[in-house]
């Protein structure tokens, strides 16, 4: 049984590009969260998907947007790009009705 | 915004001995949840407390969820060199059901 599968496992960008991270859920969930862990600190709340609308949000600003498709699995996308977006990006997958997070591996995001 | 404050921030311990941390908040929370984090990976949940004096144990870890709802505590019995790791604790707040609020972390170092 696949855990939360994100891609890819690293990325460097230049400072105003833009980026997208991919995730694909654990089998049997369909609620998908990304979160942002900068070096040495514990994740932060991004957002929430389900249902493929954007159910709640963190203290992120608009340059952060996602998607969810169908078959549940989610996008971030990050624009204009800042050397403070630097980070690993985790996502995490839930079922409906449950707080059974399970997280990727994460994606390491360096922005130079 | 709720806050989770994490202690201690880190610790070295002898191989054998018994290890504790805990966590506290200024506001209520409904879930509380210990993850440890490897270096490289996501977080790998360990264990989920739903209720008020909860005590819930997983092999050499126990944990409980505080009687007021805004502590809680995981303490590790016989360490092994394998219990290394960022130790995270995160709960949900009273009226943000979808959002983990994470710790800082503590660092949990063990010498053989």
């Known amino acids: 049984d696949a855990g939360v599968t994100q891609s890819p496992t690293h990325l460097i960008k230049t400072r105003g590009q833009q980026v997208t991270l991919r995730c694909s859920p654990k089998?049997?969930?369909?609620?998908v969260s990304w979160y942002q862990q900068a070096l040495g600190q514990g994740p932060q709340f991004i957002f929430q998907?389900?249902?493929?609308?954007?159910?709640q949000r963190g203290n992120f600003p608009d340059r952060f947007s996602g998607h969810q498709f169908p078959n549940y699995s989610s996008e971030l996308n990050v624009n204009a790009l800042l050397l403070g977006d630097s980070a690993l990006y985790l996502c995490?997958?839930?079922?409906?009705?449950?707080?059974?997070?399970?997280f990727g591996s994460g994606t390491r995001l360096t922005v130079v | 915004g709720q806050q989770l404050n994490q202690s201690p921030q880190s610790m070295f311990i002898q191989e054998g001995e018994d290890v504790s941390m805990n966590c506290t908040s200024s506001?209520?929370?409904?879930?509380w949840l210990w993850y440890k984090q490897d270096p490289g990976e996501g977080p790998v949940l360990l264990i989920a407390l739903y209720k008020a004096g909860e005590l819930t144990s997983n092999g050499r870890l126990t944990a409980q969820f505080g009687i007021t709802r805004k502590d809680s505590f995981l303490n590790i019995s016989a360490s092994i060199p394998s219990d290394v790791g960022i130790y995270f604790c995160a709960g949900h707040g009273s009226s943000n059901t979808g959002k983990l609020i994470f710790g800082q972390g503590t660092t949990l170092q063990v010498k053989p």
């Open positions: 995490a997958s839930s079922p409906t009705r449950g707080y059974g997070y399970t």
């Open positions: 506001s209520i929370f409904n879930t």
């Open positions: 998907y389900y249902e493929e609308e954007e159910r």
């Open positions: 089998s049997g969930h369909d609620t």
